[in-house]
T-cell receptor, first 113, second 112 residues
Framework: AQSVTQPDARVTVSEGASLQLRCKYS??????LFWYVQYPRQGLQLLLK??????VVQGVNGFEAEFSKSNSSFHLRKASVHWSDSAVYFC???????????FGTGTRLQVLP | DPKIIQKPKYLVAVTGSEKILICEQY?????MYWYRQSAKKPLEFMFS???????DNQTASSRFQPQSSKKNHLDLQITALKPDDSATYFC???????????FGPGTRLTVL
């Protein structure tokens, strides 16, 4: 069975600080992994995606994520956050040819000015 | 230009009535999805379609019926509406099953 765990429901950081949002997945096959962001009263926007290859993937707005097969993780990072990064972040798992998409429960990020 | 259109943006309905939520995508994608998000539950997967065929249904109630009249359309019919159906309903699409999804702006449904 596939599953995604985002262990931190809420994260608060100060503007300019570095950020890591954690994501652990469970899947026996080859995963496709994504991070999405949802700003207040908006739909979800794709931040970055991982299918294969270089385990560090770059996304929009300075975000990056690192895939670790050994740790079954896909943590999201940003070197210096801005107040506008305040949003809910979802880690998502799928696989090639499957309609099964599993969303994590989301991490609400608050950036203090 | 918006690539995924959801209509209407806001919808108010009375208990027991029926409504149809519209979703059209202009990305040339082959797979489409419906999700629901409410204050009580995080993002909840409802249906997935691939090439206009139902692939996965995670909605327990038959009151929710997706309808695909065209490859780029996936509407959601909800019958016998209940206040608990109040939520924002998101449509999404992907090139094919498993690939990254793109989301519409959502339809916010309120059932009185």
């Amino acid at each position: 069975a596939q599953s995604v765990t985002q262990p931190d429901a809420r994260v608060t950081v100060s503007e300019g600080a570095s950020l890591q949002l954690r994501c652990k997945y469970s899947y026996s096959g080859t995963p496709y992994l994504f991070w999405y962001v949802q700003y207040p009263r908006q739909g979800l926007q794709l931040l970055l995606k991982y299918y294969s290859g270089d385990p560090v993937v770059q996304g929009v707005n300075g975000f990056e994520a690192e895939f670790s097969k050994s740790n079954s993780s896909f943590h999201l990072r940003k070197a210096s956050v801005h107040w506008s990064d305040s949003a809910v972040y979802f880690c998502v798992l799928s696989a090639k040819g499957t309609n099964k998409v599993v969303f994590g429960t989301g991490t609400r990020l608050q950036v203090l000015p | 230009d918006p690539k995924i259109i959801q209509k209407p943006k806001y919808l108010v309905a009375v208990t027991g009535s029926e409504k149809i939520l519209i979703c059209e995508q202009y990305l040339g994608h082959n797979a489409m999805y419906w999700y629901r998000q409410s204050a009580k539950k995080p993002l909840e997967f409802m249906f997935s379609y691939s090439y206009q065929k139902l692939m996965d249904n995670q909605t327990a109630s038959s009151r929710f019926q997706p309808q695909s009249s065209k490859k780029n359309h996936l509407d959601l019919q909800i019958t016998a509406l209940k206040p608990d159906d109040s939520a924002t309903y998101f449509c999404a699409s992907s090139q094919d099953a498993g690939w990254e999804q793109y989301f519409g702006p959502g339809t916010r449904l309120t059932v009185l």
